[in-house]
């Protein structure tokens, strides 16, 4: 069945048009066909649909790409967040609390918990989500993990080197044997990328290479959580190994800048993470103005930033990291579509995925401008509409 959206206000297509990255069109319309966009253009001059969803003026733009999350976990980690804003530092090592939770928990608590965040995210806007493993640390449930996540989404991600588990305490290196060895046999065959943790209190560079060789010789994509906590060698080593991605960015040196500007990696910003730690916030502006790919993610997780709203990193990236509301919308979208390396999702195309986001707003400015607001009032998914955040039921 077609679909036809007319008397869009304003029109966020990310086919870009001289000095309008955003191609931006007013007074529009998107013909859908199944799961696909079939026409764009002009609201006067739209074809015939089987069905007409009137915008009434409202602002319509892709659906959001959220690149980088870990939403497969038991328990939470409310206290840390407490001690933390009473002036505890940040420290990779919480993650092992979460480990615990999760491997007590059964296929069936992690499977409700993950659709639950994504019907969450899907009620803001987002379409597409990356799912990483790194709360099993062991060969049973990290293939869990990457199992549950392969159920409600292709884009997953085996990240068995996350930190070192307490039972490998002062054996890092014989962990790093498992999770290239039996680990990796283990979740490969559900999984599409390979990361690692390349930080003080996490993995050395030579481990971190070690790592992300295994998993490419298996056919994995790498991608690196690097520079998270301090400046390191861990961006040189994501691009050197051509890496979809480097994540968190907080500590670049500006041969880091150059080395990632000069790539085909993405930098994805994760402003979730820098509001739950209180870490500085990363300088997009300098990041942007020396031509780095910059994509936004919410990195949704029980321990740094616990937040599933890409509205929400939009507004702290424009409000904190010196991104002006366009391009803030372009990373959610087309640059989360980078990171990933699709070419079917976050611009609003004929033949792209029918992959949208219609907003209670004339403008995706609001998305920063009404920071905590819920302005997402419908979402299409593969050409399926369903209810956003701010009500307006399905067309």
Known sequence: ??????????????????????????????????????????????????????????????????????????????????????????????????????????????????????????????????????????????????????????????LGAHVVPAEYADRADEYVDLVTGPMLDACAPHAKWIDVFCETGAFTVPQSRRVLEAGMARGLVPRVHASQLGPGEGVQLAVELGAASIDHGTYLTDADVAALAASDTVLTLLPGVEFSTRQPYPDARRLIDAGVTVAI?????????????????????VRDMGMTPSEAVWAATAGGARALRRDDIGVIAAGMRADLAMLVAPSRVHLAYRPGVPLVTKVWKDGVCSRGAAGGGAA
């Open 1 to 158: 069945m077609s679909v036809l959206l007319t008397n869009i206000g304003e029109l966020t297509t990310n086919v870009a048009t001289g000095d309008d990255l955003l191609g931006t069109l007013h007074g529009a319309a998107v013909l859908i066909d199944g799961e696909r966009i079939a026409w764009v253009g002009q609201a006067s001059d739209a074809p015939a649909a089987d069905e007409v969803v009137d915008a009434a003026g409202r602002a319509v733009l892709p659906g959001f790409v959220d690149s980088h999350s870990h939403i497969v976990f038991g328990g939470d980690r409310a206290a840390e967040f407490e001690a933390r804003m009473a002036g505890q530092k940040y420290a990779a090592g919480g993650i092992r609390s979460t480990v615990a939770a999760t491997r007590a928990a059964s296929d069936d608590e992690l499977r409700a918990r993950l659709r639950g965040f994504l019907a969450e995210m899907r009620a803001q806007g987002t379409t597409t989500v990356e799912i990483k493993s790194g709360y099993g640390l062991d060969v049973e449930t990290e293939e869990r993990l990457v199992r549950l996540a392969a159920e409600v989404t292709p884009e997953v991600t085996y």
């Open 297 to 317: 993610a919410c990195d949704t997780n029980p321990g740094s930033s616990f937040t599933s709203s890409m509205p929400f990193c939009i507004a702290v990236a």
